[in-house]
């Protein structure tokens, strides 16, 4: 029995919900749609109310009067989180120390009277699928970072949930498990194929694993689209900025160029009612890695080399001079200039965004 095949997935949808906590609004009217069978991440800051909408998905906060949750075709809304058939990781894991890797992975399935031997078969199906077998009977304690987040997991999908929520469930891990693990959980959210909410405030963690992602702020949707959408046509500048790293131009625009401190960049495409033939003030964004070093006499911008960080796989430099602000552009490899060399700048017209 595959996990997720008992339970065909479904779609969730959230209707003008809102959340008051105690006279102070943290998240303004949300509309939101979530596919059946899609990882929906929402990201956003510390604070944004990623996990106030998680839990209202949940069933663990109810959204203020006229705010509606369906899952299919039903209103959950009135339902508490143990009629709702979701499934659960928290940052923390919340897993129970007292309990055996087995004894956590079957809890639901005990309090859900599910007969013995069926639970034995369920828990060995998850074990077997999360890699624990050899951990069995361990008790929480003597297992890593990376075995304690599987136990989690296992034990939310135990119960054949309609829906799965996962919030920052790697968080609370060190940098090189988190990549090792988030690819992992990557993989098996696609294998499970259940509708999925994922909360992270990790980019990269956002990028991997999202169908679509949900850009947040202050309480409120900023945008919402797949990783490419988000990262190359962001809708403003805060997802920008959230969203990687950014470079800003700012100058004059007059015949399709826009002039700044060190050169002329051609302008993107305008729509024809926008005319830039006059002497404005504009500006234009782009990504470290869409520009590269260039002859100076040729190149859009000149500027000067202000230090560069070797990053591994790429060095990121920071150039002054070219614009307002220094600029970042990242080159693939290691490459030592020193501090005070001229440089030349170019960069890749398609890559060039304009925002609101
Ligand atoms: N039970 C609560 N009572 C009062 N304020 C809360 C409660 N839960 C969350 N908040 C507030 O709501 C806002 C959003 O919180 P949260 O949803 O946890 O954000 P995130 O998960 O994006 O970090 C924060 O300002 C937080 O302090
Ligand atoms: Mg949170």
Redesign the pocket.
């Known amino acids: 029995m595959n996990p997720a095949s008992a339970t065909a997935s479904i779609p969730i949808t959230l209707t003008q919900c809102a959340k008051t ?2 006279g ?1 609004r ?2 303004e009217p949300l509309d939101l749609r979530i596919d059946a069978g899609e990882t929906l991440v929402l990201l ?10 998680l839990r209202m998905i949940a069933g663990l906060e109810t959204p203020d009067a006229g705010g509606r949750i369906a899952f299919g075709d039903d209103d959950v809304t009135a339902l508490p989180i143990e009629k709702r058939q979701v499934g659960m990781v928290f940052q923390s894991y919340a897993l129970f120390p007292n309990l055996s890797v087995r004894g956590n992975i079957g809890y639901g399935l005990k309090i859900r009277r599910m007969p013995a031997a069926a639970a034995r078969q369920r828990v060995d199906e998850l074990l077997g699928m999360m890699r624990l077998t050899a951990h069995a009977d361990k008790p929480i304690d003597q297992l890593s970072g990376g075995q304690r987040q599987r136990v989690a997991l296992a034990r939310a999908l135990a119960v054949q949930p309609r829906v799965l929520l996962l ?1 920052e469930p790697l968080t609370a891990l060190d940098a090189r498990l988190r990549d090792t693990l988030r690819s992992e959980m990557n993989t098996l959210l696609r294998e499970l194929g259940i509708t999925t909410v994922y ?1 992270t ?1 990790d980019q990269a963690e956002a990028m991997e694993l999202g169908d679509r992602i949900v850009v ?1 702020s202050a ?1 409120r949707i900023e945008q919402i689209g797949s990783p490419r959408d988000i990262y190359y046509r962001p809708a403003n500048r805060s997802v920008a900025q959230f969203v990687g790293t950014i470079n800003r131009l700012a100058g004059e625009a007059r015949d399709g160029m826009l002039t700044t401190r060190g050169g002329a960049v051609p302008l993107p495409s305008m729509p024809p009612h926008t005319s830039l033939h006059t002497h404005q003030p504009h500006e234009i964004f782009f990504r470290p890695e869409d520009a590269w070093l260039a002859d100076p006499a040729t190149a859009h911008l000149r500027g000067c080399i202000e230090s560069s960080a070797f990053l591994g796989e790429r060095t990121r430099l920071t150039i002054g001079g070219a614009a307002p602000d220094p600029l970042l552009i990242d080159v693939a490899g290691r490459v030592e200039l020193a501090r005070g060399t001229p440089v030349g700048i170019s960069i890749s017209q398609d890559a060039l965004i304009a925002l609101s």
Not at 44 to 53: A, I
Request: hydrophobic share 25%; glycine share 20%.
């Open positions: 906590f105690r102070t943290v998240l956003g800051p510390s604070g944004c109310g990623k996990t106030t909408t919030d909360v405030h947040m309480g």
